[in-house]
């Protein structure tokens, strides 16, 4: 387990700013959501055993809980009632938290990069169809691209592998780093990229020209989910008449995990550097010695 100490603490609050901003001008807003996420909830979207890396407690009643990782089922719970009653014309709805998140990694490592317990952005949005999630999904990703221009440190946008969250589209965000432990194929030319675990190709089928392999440590993911998880809880809207399940995207960006990223790109043997938009201070005065004589 680690500690954020004073000056790492300004860094992580100065990318918070910066996420706040962006998600902001998008018209998502900021909520937070319990830590504690019944189980039955990961049950109904058939997840509950398909994920190793879990925190399961019980309660004084023998109740089973998880330790949220990601929070799909608990903001699905919680507008299943809502959605229902809220109008059509707030739609799209854009729901975001940032909070601690917990899973129980095997084999911790990198500090904040393999931990049992990081700090992530989650955002969740809802749509009234796939057309319009679509829309939703291409702004999500233009502002994450704007937040990590502010940062300074270029990032790769990648199609990416949906792994056990799903989706029918989903890109990933990766910094260039030796530590890191994916690799993703990058065109050279017009910097077109996706996943080694999703590339069957040696060339980009955009301009043809060969791919070469980054080591990345990825930061972000976006997911376009469709209605994979708003069939099973019950996050539907009347429509003529019709109940109609929402078309859901969720979106991913691991604050101490961007933390850590940028120290170990920039930083030396002898020396922590962070981005001017991340220092925790612009400028800092040392004043000479003072010597006492008694």
């Known amino acids: 387990m680690y500690a954020m100490l004073p000056l790492g603490l300004r860094v992580l609050n100065k990318l918070t700013a910066i996420v706040d901003t962006e998600m902001e001008r998008i018209g998502a807003q900021k909520l937070l959501l319990p830590a504690l996420v019944p189980i039955h909830l990961w049950e109904e979207t058939n997840r509950l055993n398909n994920i190793t890396e879990l925190f399961k407690i019980k309660d004084r009643s023998q109740k089973d809980y998880i330790l949220g ?5 608990t903001i699905c719970f919680m507008l299943s009632e809502a959605a229902k009653t809220i109008s059509i014309n707030v739609l799209p709805l854009k729901l975001y938290q940032i909070s601690n998140k917990w899973r ?18 989650d955002l969740y949005t809802f749509d009234i169809n796939l057309i319009s999630a679509q829309d939703t ?12 221009n502010k940062i300074g440190i270029k990032s790769i946008k990648a199609i990416g592998n949906p792994g056990l969250i799903g989706g029918s589209v989903t890109h ?10 994916d690799i993703v194929c990058v065109c050279s030319s017009c ?3 996706i996943n080694k675990s999703m590339c069957k190709e040696t060339h980009c089928p955009y301009c043809k020209n060969a791919f070469h392999e980054e080591q990345t440590i ?3 993911h976006a997911f376009l989910l469709d209605t994979k998880y708003t069939i099973p809880l ?7 008449n019709i109940s109609t399940p929402l078309a859901m995207g969720c979106f991913g960006l691991g604050l101490t995990r961007i933390f850590t990223a940028i120290s170990e790109i920039l930083s030396t043997d002898k020396e922590l550097r962070w981005p001017k938009n991340l220092a925790p201070y612009t400028v800092c005065v040392i004043p000479p010695k003072v010597i006492y004589f008694v």
């Open 69 to 73: 990782p990601t929070y799909e089922e």
């Open 234 to 240: 019950n996050v539907t809207k009347q429509i003529n």
């Open 137 to 148: 999904y291409a702004s999500v990703c233009e502002a994450y691209t704007k937040i990590f």
């Open 218 to 220: 990825e930061v972000g």
């Open 104 to 121: 129980d990694e095997i084999k911790p490592r990198h500090g904040f990069l393999k931990s049992r317990e990081f700090i992530m952005k």
């Open 172 to 181: 990933e965000y990766h910094y260039a780093c030796n530590i890191g432990e």
């Open 191 to 193: 910097q077109h990229a």
